[in-house]
């Protein structure tokens, strides 16, 4: 029996994972494709006027059986990845991307949708059945519906061939990740890395077959250790320039062809919609509206946050040269030296606070504060599918004891991983056919357990758990009618709001004090050590705001350029040089490994990171204005933000809760650039 097929029977109809085989994914895409093509058929083709309830509410209902094959296999080709999958991806997302064109493309439905929009004001529609009925409506024309039947045809030419390109990027980053390996054979090459990271690379060699070797990859967590602690010059440009050159190495895996092609691609397509580029496309459709409007945000944060790196640069020159080193800081350098520098200045070492930061610990850490913003609690649970053992589930309850969402979280780097970290839905929440729960899972690369079990985590890691699940309660909080306006389902410059909101309790001592426990003695971490991480709290700020905006600043360069683009790498080196990037810092992303933007969907919208930091960094001014976890603005900010999803205007939702549009100012101080 397929699994995907039949109605789960499972707690909370959780996708039954262990019961899911490789070979039931095509033969259920190609079913659920069908069982969706009949549906759009049948509401397209109905004889009766059109309605709200037999279009649009029609329109949202169906597809059933292709949600559920599509939601777990592309959560797991991104975390739980094999060759037969990949092989798998390639050979279906063209087919659904046809599919999904074929819908948005269709004559008589879009006439229906067309028909209720233009009488929407006499429908007595409620607001989120009117934003749905406009998101609709405005997601077809976006798609194309209006266009004649030969542009039709060549834009699903295109989109066929973007979504192939797209996995086929994604997939050469992570092989040509897993396929380099820095050996180390001579123990002295380990000079200044802490224990744990020699252990970690040790076992990292043994799973590779080279036992007796140490072994560093180009990951952030194998390499951002090296490149802080080791003493060995030459080995951290070594594996540096292994981290930075993925993608642009001129063998089977390179993705300067595929960004070439992508790029002219989203061009043409943007020129059939009626559209002077790809980001005045994007933009129509978000809160930032034109490329002038993100451009302007860039270089307010670009000017300070460039001269603020240049005064890091010269104070890492002078370490250099007091220490006798003859040579001028590259950019390999940058994590080696900053380091150094920060011991200087706060007297404190990152090694120092990782024993107080144990994944399990800043975990319950994070459950607690959404308890105390929330009213919500998170219960383990042993007996729910997993897609892998080492993964966890928890169900989520709200204040009443009813179970809201199913949680999962997925931590710990492996090789089918793909890099960085996200939240994603394997369901997502609705009330409109039934009272539907989400499932979220939170995924991330974070270190192997040490030889005590436990995983260390680094400040930064810290962060990174609390801004996903942001994401994760943006997902489990919501409370919208409609599946397609629930959740996340937000333009791409406001859906890092709440993520990056929760990042801010995180950086709070009160807080921090609550779950920084030392591993082995249970230790709350020392105020003296959490006075230095708050007074270096601003530090290195110029390298993260330049690397940040170099990325953003190029995201937007492809994709308002004119011309056709010959050679990436040239019209990458001159778009950062035109910028005044300094040659010290490398942008966060280079082209051939900028999985955002030709691989996750941030094409345009790299900047979205900047953007919905001025709302957090505005948002949170309440809660410092009234105290951490303030009831009255907690509720507000759970029922305008985290549980309204798409329902209505964003900026208007914005507004409702914190009573005025955001200003820029608490965003220039949060990042000392005022």
């Known amino acids: ?29 190609e079913i659920g494709m069908e069982e969706h093509r009949e549906e ?66 269709n004559k008589a439905l879009f006439k229906r949708i ?8 006499s429908l007595n529609l409620s607001v989120e059945q009117n934003r749905l009925l406009e998101e609709t409506y405005k997601r077809f024309i976006r798609s194309g519906a209006n266009l004649d039947k030969d542009s039709m045809e060549r834009l699903t030419q295109i989109n066929s061939a973007l979504s192939s390109l797209s996995l086929r990027f994604d997939q050469n980053v992570l092989k040509e990740t897993n396929s380099y390996s820095m050996v180390v054979e001579n123990e002295e090459d380990l000079d200044g890395l802490p224990d744990e990271e ?16 140490w072994v560093f990859k180009p990951t952030r967590v194998s390499m951002y250790p090296f490149l802080t602690y080791s003493t060995k010059r030459d080995l951290r440009e070594e594996l540096y320039k292994s981290y930075i050159q993925r993608g642009d190495n001129d063998n089977s895996l390179d993705n300067k062809e595929i960004i070439a092609e992508m790029v002219a691609l989203r061009k043409e397509k943007a020129a059939m919609m009626g559209f002077e580029s790809h980001s005045d496309y994007v933009l129509d459709n978000t809160m930032a509206k034109t490329p002038d409007n993100v451009n302007k945000l860039l270089q307010t944060i670009w000017n300070p946050g460039v001269e603020k790196a240049k005064g890091e640069v010269q104070a890492m020159q002078r370490l250099i040269s007091d220490e006798g080193g003859n040579f001028k800081l590259a950019a390999w350098d940058w994590w080696h030296y900053s380091e150094k520098l920060r011991q200087e200045q706060f007297d404190f070492k990152e090694e120092e606070v990782k024993p107080y930061f144990s994944e399990e610990k800043v975990l319950k850490g994070a459950f607690d504060v959404a308890n105390k913003l929330f009213d919500i609690t998170f219960t383990e649970r042993n007996d ?14 709200d ?32 009330k409109f056919n039934g009272e539907i729960i989400p499932i979220v899972v939170n995924v991330c690369n974070f270190p192997p357990q040490n030889v005590d079990g436990v995983s260390l985590l680094s400040f930064e890691q810290v962060e990174t758990l609390f801004h996903e699940f942001g994401h994760g309660l943006h997902g489990l909080l919501s409370d919208a009618q409609y599946p397609s306006l629930s959740g996340t389902s937000v333009t791409r410059d406001y859906v890092e709001f709440p993520s990056q909101i929760m990042e801010n309790w995180a950086r709070e001592p009160e807080v921090i004090k609550t779950f920084a426990k030392h591993y082995e003695t249970g230790e709350t971490i ?20 330049t690397e940040y905006v170099a990325a953003a600043h190029l995201d937007m360069a492809y994709h308002t350029n004119k011309n056709a683009i010959q050679d990436i790498d040239k019209f990458e080196d001159d778009t950062l040089e035109e910028l005044g990037l300094i040659p010290e810092i490398e942008s966060r992303y ?47 900010l759970k029922k305008y933000v985290f549980s309204a999803g798409n329902t209505d205007d964003l900026m208007t939702q914005y507004i409702r809760f914190r009573g005025k549009e955001p200003e820029i100012e608490p965003l220039l101080k949060k990042r000392g650039l005022n």
């Open 590 to 636: 280079r082209s051939t490994y900028f999985g955002h933007i030709f691989a996750g969907g941030y094409s345009s919208g790299y900047y979205s990171y900047l953007w919905t930091e001025v709302l957090e960094a505005d948002a949170f001014e309440a809660f410092k204005e009234k105290g951490l976890f303030d009831k009255e603005t907690a509720d507000k």
């Open 40 to 105: 759009i058929d049948k509401i397209a083709n109905n004889q009766s006027e059109p309605t709200f309830k037999n279009t649009i509410e029609a329109l949202e209902g169906s597809g059933e059986t292709l949600d559920k094959v599509a939601n777990v296999f592309f959560n797991l080709l991104g975390s739980n990845t094999n060759d037969e999958m990949d092989a798998l991806a390639m050979e279906m997302s063209p087919k659904l991307s046809a599919h999904n064109d074929a819908i948005l493309l």
């Open 526 to 545: 020392p105020d003296d050590l959490l006075d230095k991480i708050s007074a270096a709290g601003t530090f290195n700020e110029g390298f993260a705001t």
């Open 198 to 213: 020699i252990r970690q690379a040790s076992l990292l060699a043994e799973s590779e077959g080279q036992k007796g070797k």
């Open 114 to 121: 067309e028909n209720l929009h233009n009488n929407r004001q």
């Open 384 to 397: 729910l599918p997993k897609y892998r053992d080492n993964i966890r589930s928890f169900v989520v309850e």
């Open 1 to 29: 029996m397929n699994p995907f097929l039949n109605e789960y029977e499972t707690p909370f109809k959780i996708p039954p994972f262990e019961s899911i085989k490789f070979s039931h994914y095509e033969p259920a895409f």
């Open 399 to 430: 204040s009443n004891k009813k179970v809201i969402g199913i949680f999962y979280t997925d931590f710990t780097l492996r090789p089918n991983k793909g890099g960085g970290a996200w939240m994603n839905t394997f369901r997502s929440q609705s």
